[in-house]
């Protein structure tokens, strides 16, 4: 039983509990004066799915999720 309050963390919960996970990263450059380079951060189960935007490409989220 689930015992946080949090969605954030409930869904975290969900994915590193299952059997099997999945993970994406999309890099995408955003148009403008300094073309900022975002990277999309996508964990996900067959249940539930987890995503942050970041404006660095570095492996920070993942040693945090992980």
């Given at each position: 039983?689930?015992?946080?309050?949090?969605?954030?963390?409930?869904?975290?919960?969900e994915?590193?509990?299952?059997?099997?996970?999945?993970?994406d990263?999309?890099?995408h450059?955003?148009?403008?004066?300094?073309?900022?380079?975002?990277?999309?951060?996508?964990?996900?189960?067959?249940?539930?799915?987890?995503?942050?935007?970041?404006?660095?490409?570095s492996g920070?989220?993942?040693?945090?999720?992980?």
């Amino acid at each position: 039983m689930n015992v946080s309050s949090n969605p954030l963390e409930i869904i975290k919960e969900e994915i590193l509990s299952s059997v099997l996970l999945y993970a994406d990263e999309i890099q995408h450059r955003m148009l403008g004066g300094d073309e900022k380079i975002l990277v999309l951060m996508v964990f996900f189960n067959q249940e539930s799915s987890y995503f942050e935007i970041r404006n660095t490409h570095s492996g920070d989220l993942a040693s945090e999720i992980f």
